[in-house]
């Protein structure tokens, strides 16, 4: 008989088997394989589009993506970046084009990891890597400033400030030619590496502390 | 009655000093190390339910882990309310604790063994109402948490405390009934003469079997444990009785907790499960399982069985509701109870007097499993009837429309102030120029 136990719930009435079916989920559940990771001491990869620390990019050459526009500090809800323009010159570029970031902060404090930064930007300066040791004991070093975000140098690459390799214009820059290297796959940056855990001890480059 | 003839159980009365402070000590020593396990216990095995892995971090496996959250828990700061009153307060814990560590000075680990040249049981002390000791120590448990929720000077744990009290007062009567039938039946109290009563066959096969499955549930509501956890229902709850106390106070009534819940396990063992005696084929193949000190690993194996029933209740059922708490323990059990014991009291007389089993068995048994079958159809069928009724009602009801609120057809809505002020002013205007806007209205709502 399986009527409810009340008129017009769905729920149904308890009955021996019922009873017996419970207790025995419970019981076979103990003989069944746990899902309990060690954590600190095995380290489990991410979902290879985990939302982890940024990162902000390079051009082939080694020159910042990042333009300053702020449409990242825009986009975030939580108000944890924080962007200021500079100006590129011909003596000091750090960018293709005329404007750089000249100061790049994020808040892990405040950053909820939503990736609407991700969205918003418009040159993909800025990406997500796997990233997840976040946890320090002190507010101001959770402040991560523009050398911590960046990606390090890969061969090829040369440390801005230096002219523009790629070509004359910025417009090179966004060419397919220019980003063929990403389209076959290759590495933008160590931290993009897809498949390989990334954690705080893997990305040394830029971190002034610890 | 024999009972009144000799105050002492034969074994009991001539133990020299030095044993029984051995016995004293060794009771003591099993309770704690009890309560250490099973709190390990309970987690690891809760934690298995849920695919988890419990405790791992202390000693080998977590085995340790409940030692070390003791020896944590009595150094923590003692933190004692303006408003307590201060000599209730400090008495309360130890109110819940001796008592709990008293009752288990009657139960039977084993047979007689010899210890030092000296031929005693294993057991520190038993008297001719043994398990009446075990009753009234449970009771005066229940004077430790009323106090201490009386004591504590605050609202939550003084509510919680009568809960508490409440709860365990209601079970304790569903519990006394159930071991009713087993004095009954084995003509005693004591709690070493039970066991030995039980030499060929545990009272569990025998119609006692209904006392023992009500026994158990009472001993989960008498031991304010999950799915009766109401007064210290931490998910919902502050903590109950013991919300103001902390520090090694604290811990007095976590021990307290966890050796009432040995307490009532070593009891079903004792009452039921054949005490000490090994589990029934061992008999055959082990002559010497019966004698010497194998028997306590019997009864520890009994005992961590129905503990692990205890944590297997807490991993599967949910918390029931305080009212359905109280109907099942006074409507349900309390009344099974009695009719039950009437019947094994009706046999027990009969079968003293000489009568066959069959002669029981037509005089007694079938009469009464006839009336409870025909009660249990007459009540399905009534209940099903009910559930037609109540199924026809809904129907019907679903006939008339949705079942949320929706506005009647005929509903008549009040105008709005604004309407209606100038429906005022339309009134105080000439009839023709009345009819003129009456009409106009008219033709606007249409």
Not at chain 1, 163 to 187: C, F, H, I
Request: charged residues 15%; glycine residues 8%.
């Amino acid at each position: 008989m399986s009527r409810p136990s009340r008129p017009g719930s769905n729920e149904p009435a308890p009955t021996p088997v019922g009873f017996a079916k419970g207790f025995g989920l419970t019981f076979t559940t103990m003989f069944k394989k746990v899902f309990t990771e060690q954590y600190p001491f095995d380290i489990y990869p991410t979902a290879p589009r985990y939302h982890g620390r940024h990162v902000l990019n390079r051009h082939p050459d080694g020159l910042e993506k990042c333009v300053g526009c702020e449409l990242c500090a825009w986009a975030c809800p939580a108000d944890a970046i924080y962007v200021e323009g500079g100006d590129n010159t011909d003596t000091e570029r750090y960018s293709p084009g005329e404007r750089y970031g000249a100061v790049y902060q994020i808040n892990y404090l405040r950053c909820i990891f939503c990736g609407l930064c991700i969205e918003a930007c418009p040159t993909r300066s800025l990406t997500m890597s796997n990233e997840y040791e976040l946890a320090l004991d002190n507010r101001q070093e959770l402040i991560y400033t523009k050398e911590q975000l960046m990606a390090p140098l890969l061969p090829g690459m040369e440390a801005p400030p230096h002219p523009m390799r790629l070509g004359d214009s910025e417009k090179d820059y966004y060419t397919v030619d220019s980003q063929a290297p990403l389209q076959k796959g290759e590495p933008q940056s160590s931290a993009n590496e897809a498949g390989r855990p990334i954690t705080g001890r893997a990305i040394e480059v830029g971190r002034h502390h610890g | 009655m024999s009972l009144a003839a000799s105050d002492v159980v034969p074994g009991f009365g001539d133990q020299p000093f030095w044993l029984i402070v051995i016995k004293v000590l060794g009771v003591f020593v099993f309770l704690v190390v009890m309560t250490l396990f099973s709190i390990v216990f309970e987690r690891k095995v809760v934690g298995r339910m849920q695919n988890r892995i419990g405790p791992n971090r202390v000693g080998p496996w977590g085995t340790l882990q409940s030692l070390a959250d003791g020896m944590k828990l009595a150094f923590k700061e003692e933190i004692i309310p303006l408003l307590a009153d201060k000599p209730v307060y400090f008495l309360a814990p130890l109110l819940s604790a001796v008592p709990a560590f008293l009752a288990f000075s009657v139960m039977p680990f084993g047979p007689e063994v010899s210890m030092f040249g000296h031929h005693t049981p294993l057991q520190l002390t038993d008297l001719p109402v043994g398990v009446l000791v075990v009753f009234a120590c449970s009771s005066l448990g229940v004077y430790g948490i009323v106090l201490s929720g009386w004591a504590s000077g605050s609202t939550y744990p003084l509510l919680g405390g009568l809960r508490s009290a409440a709860q365990m007062i209601s079970y304790e009567v569903a519990m006394g009934l159930s071991i009713a039938g087993v004095f009954i039946w084995s003509g005693t109290m004591s709690t070493s003469q039970i066991v030995a009563g039980q030499d060929h066959r545990w009272y569990v096969t025998s119609p006692l079997i209904v006392s023992f499955c009500i026994y158990c549930i009472a001993i989960v509501g008498e031991t304010n444990r999950a799915p009766f956890d109401l007064p210290e229902a931490e998910s919902e709850l502050v903590g109950g009785f013991h919300t103001e106390y902390s520090s090694f106070k604290f811990a007095m009534f976590f021990l307290a907790e966890y050796i009432n819940m040995v307490t009532v396990s070593a009891l079903a063992t004792t009452l039921f499960l054949g005490g000490w005696h090994a589990p029934w084929p061992i008999h055959y193949i082990w002559a010497g399982c019966n004698s010497g000190w194998y028997p306590m690993i019997w009864f520890v194996l009994k005992v961590v069985a129905i503990i692990f029933v205890f944590v297997w209740l807490r991993g599967t059922l949910p918390r029931m509701r305080y009212d359905q708490f109280m109907h099942l323990g006074w409507k349900v059990l309390i009344p099974i109870n009695l009719a039950w014991i009437m019947l094994i009291a009706t046999v027990h007389v009969l079968r003293s007097r000489g009568w066959a089993s069959w002669q029981v068995a037509v005089t007694v048994v079938i009469p009464t499993a006839a009336v409870l079958l025909i009660w249990a159809i007459a009540g399905e069928a009534k209940r099903h009837q009910n559930y037609v009724a109540a199924a026809e009602e809904e129907e019907a009801e679903a006939r008339l429309g949705p079942a949320f609120p929706t506005p009647p057809l005929n509903l008549v809505v009040p105008k709005a102030p604004a309407v209606a002020r100038a429906s005022r002013a339309r009134a105080s205007l000439p009839r023709a120029a009345r009819r003129a806007s009456v009409s106009q209205q008219g033709d606007d709502d249409e």
